[in-house]
C-alpha cells in the first residue's frame, strides 16, 4: 500500500511543479518525494466506513485550498518560464498541500489511527522545521 501511496503522491508532486522528476515506483531512496509511514492502524471494514466519514470535513478544506493550489501552479509555471525562479511562497503552500493530501490518503489507508490535522505546517507532527 505504501508504494502506491509513494508512487501517488510523487505524481501529485510532479504535477504541482514540486519536482521534476517522474514517480517511477522503485525503491524510497530513489523515490522522488520523501515519503515514510509508521504503520500503527488496525483496518477493518466499519473503521474503513468511519473513517472516510471523518476525513470528509478534511478533504473539502483541502478541495478548495487546491482550487487555489490550480492557480498558483499556473502562476508558478509562468514564474519559471520567465524568471527561471521558483516563487518560494508558492512552493511551500504547495508542498504543504500535498503533505496534508499525504496524511490523508494515509489515514483513509488505515495506515495511522491519527487524524490528519488541519494545517500546512510540518512542524505540527513533531518533525523539525527546515533549515537555510
Do not use: C, H, Q
Amino acid at each position: 500500500m505504501t508504494k502506491w501511496l509513494r508512487y501517488i503522491i510523487g505524481f501529485y508532486a510532479y504535477l504541482s511543479l514540486l519536482t521534476d522528476r517522474l514517480p517511477t515506483g522503485d525503491a524510497p531512496g530513489d523515490a522522488a518525494v520523501r515519503f515514510e509511514v509508521r504503520t500503527a492502524g488496525s483496518p477493518s471494514v466499519g473503521n474503513a466506513v468511519w473513517r472516510i466519514i471523518l476525513a470528509l470535513p478534511s478533504a473539502i478544506v483541502l478541495t478548495l485550498l487546491w482550487i487555489i493550489g490550480v492557480i498558483l501552479i499556473v502562476i508558478a509555471a509562468v514564474s519559471v518560464l520567465a524568471s527561471e525562479s521558483y516563487p518560494s511562497g508558492i512552493y511551500d503552500f504547495l508542498r504543504g498541500l500535498n503533505r496534508w493530501g499525504a496524511r490523508l490518503l494515509v489515514y483513509l489507508a488505515s495506515l495511522v489511527e491519527a487524524y490528519p490535522p488541519f494545517t500546512l505546517d510540518k512542524d505540527s507532527l513533531g518533525e523539525a522545521p527546515a533549515s537555510g
